[in-house]
C-alpha cells in the first residue's frame, strides 16, 4: 500500500494554515519576551557589580522598609505590584494560547 499526499483545499488547510500562523505570533512573542528577559539579567547583573552587592544583600536591602522613607516605600511596593502583575499577564496570555492552539495535522490518501 502506497500513501500519497492529497492536497485538500477547504477549510481544514486553511485552519491548519491560520493555526500555524497563530503559533508563529506566539513563538515570535516568547522570542521577544527571551531577549528582554536576557536584557533585564543584564542589566541586574551590571548593578549588583557596581554596587559591590551580591543578589541576596539587594533583595534583603529592598524588603526592609526601614531603609526607605514611607512614601518610597509605598512607591517602591506599587512599581513592584505593577511588575509582577505585567509579567503574570504575559505569561497567562502566552499559556492560553498555546494550549488553544490544536495540532496542525497533514492531510493524507491511502492508496493500494
Known amino acids: 500500500m502506497k500513501i500519497i499526499p492529497l492536497i485538500v483545499y477547504d477549510v481544514g488547510m486553511y485552519h491548519d494554515h491560520f493555526i500555524t500562523h497563530k503559533m508563529d505570533k506566539v513563538e515570535r512573542r516568547i522570542r521577544e519576551l527571551e531577549l528582554e528577559h536576557e536584557g533585564l539579567k543584564r542589566k541586574r547583573e551590571e548593578l549588583l557589580h ?3 552587592l551580591t543578589e541576596k544583600q539587594l533583595l534583603l536591602f529592598l524588603a526592609n522598609p526601614d531603609h526607605f522613607s514611607k512614601e ?3 512607591q517602591l511596593q506599587k512599581t513592584r505590584k ?4 505585567k509579567l503574570e499577564g504575559d505569561l497567562t496570555k502566552i499559556k492560553s494560547k498555546t494550549q488553544k492552539l490544536p ?3 497533514s492531510h493524507w ?4
Not at 505593577?82 to 502583575?85: D, F, L, S
Not at 490518501?109 to 493500494?112: D, E, F, K, P, Q
Open 82 to 85: 505593577k511588575i509582577e502583575a
Open 103 to 105: 495540532a496542525v495535522g
Open 109 to 112: 490518501l491511502h492508496v493500494r
Open 50 to 52: 557596581d554596587l559591590k
Open 72 to 74: 518610597e516605600w509605598v
